[in-house]
């Protein structure tokens, strides 16, 4: 068996809230931050609304939302190309629980992913349902959290 491979990723982070008190005050200071990536167009954010965040920006739980049904949807088509089910659209409308404690603290409780996949006429629909599950397996990201992950798909003939 071939050894594990790792691959380095790197952010930087940088808090672009101080209104000119820091955070003295706790409704004193805005939450936007900026992630930067090398070489990528940099993603602006803040805290979701109910955090005192602007309902404008990207929040980190909308992030994480989008990281858990992109990496499925990327395993998903890799997948689909290796085993002749061609896709000609994907899109989901994932969705998450996120529980907030008394305590302050939390964690997300489900994901819940809702593909909505065409394939090609021809293409192998009974493959094209098992290969979510796999896809699941696969996700780097979904494999990264603690909490359970569930997905509804659909896939439909073109």
Known sequence: MPAARVHEYATGLVWEGNRGTGTSDYAGYERRFRVMVEGKADVVGTADPAFRGD?????????????????????????????????????????????????????????????????????????????????????????SCRFPIHCQAEVHVE
Not at 58 to 63: D, G, I, V
Not at 93 to 109: D, I, T
Not at 117 to 136: F, K
Request: proline fraction near 4%; hydrophobic fraction near 45%; include cysteine.
């Open 55 to 143: 309902p404008h920006l990207h929040n980190p739980e909308e992030l994480l939302l989008a990281a858990v049904a992109s990496c499925h949807m990327l395993s998903y088509l890799a997948l689909c190309s290796r085993n002749g089910v061609t896709v000609v659209r994907y899109a989901d409308a994932a969705h998450g629980s996120l529980r907030v404690l008394p305590s302050g603290g939390g964690s997300f409780e489900t994901i819940t992913l809702r593909p909505r996949v065409t394939v090609a006429a021809g293409s192998d629909t009974v493959a094209a349902v098992a290969l979510h599950e796999r896809a699941h397996e696969l996700c780097f990201i979904a494999g």
